[in-house]
Nanobody
Framework: QVQLVESGGGLVQPGGSLRLSCAHS????????MGWYRQTPGKMRELVAQ???????NYADSVKGRFTISRDNAERMTYLQMNSLKAEDTAVYYC??????????????WGQGTQVTVSS
């Protein structure tokens, strides 16, 4: 059983920055694609950014050039650096781990979420 624990959310003014962190409790971290998703009330959860074990990344168009996802495979950590934040970035942000291997012992995991509020 893998646990994901997010931290780093909070209240920030428009134009400000925040860094989210996600700690992964499993021992074989590199085989997981790590992603950050966000959700606002009444809307579906959407992909913000994801990163593979080899460092390959992809981003939602709405955050390209402002957000950066990274990972530290040795420390089993995933980060989301968010710059130039806008009010529309306000959401609960979730960390997700998707295994790249198949088998009954491999599962998708979600963190509990961390609130990011962008407001003056």
């Amino acid at each position: 059983q893998v646990q994901l624990v997010e931290s780093g959310g909070g209240l920030v003014q428009p134009g400000g920055s925040l860094r989210l962190s996600c700690a992964h409790s499993g021992s074989i971290f590199r085989v997981y694609i790590m992603g950050w998703y966000r959700q606002t009330p009444g809307k579906m959860r959407e992909l913000v950014a994801q990163i593979k074990g080899d460092g390959t990344t992809n981003y939602a168009d709405s955050v390209k050039g402002r957000f950066t996802i990274s990972r530290d495979n040795a420390e089993r950590m995933t980060y989301l650096q968010m710059n130039s934040l806008k009010a529309e970035d306000t959401a609960v942000y979730y960390c997700k781990a998707t295994p790249t291997v198949q088998g009954s012992s491999w599962h998708i995991y979600w963190g509990q979420g961390t609130q990011v509020t962008v407001s003056s």
